[in-house]
């Protein structure tokens, strides 16, 4: 049986040499990664094989827009919400507001979505794979 740390030089000779991998610490226990450098034009080329990315935008009115926006998540788009309705100062709407952000974000928790306040009248929820 040939061992996976040798292999011969050529065919001509018998000599087989040891040729190791350096490896962390942990030795032979240790994951074998090689670290790439970012190559700019295979990122393009992974992106370009994604499916189109959409921005939705809506006017959040009530609890009835939650599925609407669950469903942009779960389709991969990016989702801008008109918050200035809810977000008037009134401590009622306030309130409703405060229900349902939590529920968007209880709903799309799996989807691991993010959600940030862009202004004092705009929300953003964007998928997983969108940094924000």
Request: aromatic fraction near 4%; charge should be neutral.
């Amino acid at each position: 049986m040939r061992s996976i740390f040798r292999r011969k030089q050529n065919d001509d000779t018998s000599d087989e040499i040891i040729t190791k991998r350096s490896l962390p610490s942990l030795g032979i226990f240790s994951p074998a990664t090689e670290s790439r450098e970012a190559d700019p034009v295979r990122e393009l080329k992974r992106l370009s094989e994604l499916e189109e990315i959409f921005v939705r935008s809506r006017k959040l009115e009530s609890l009835a827009d939650v599925p609407y926006v669950v469903e942009e998540i779960k389709e991969g788009n990016i989702v801008l919400l008109d918050i200035s309705r809810l977000n008037d100062g009134n401590n009622q709407t306030h309130i409703e507001l405060r229900r349902i952000i939590e529920r968007i974000r209880g709903a799309t928790k799996g989807y691991q979505a993010d959600i940030a306040l862009v202004n004092d009248g705009c929300m953003i929820i964007t998928p997983s794979f969108v940094k924000i």
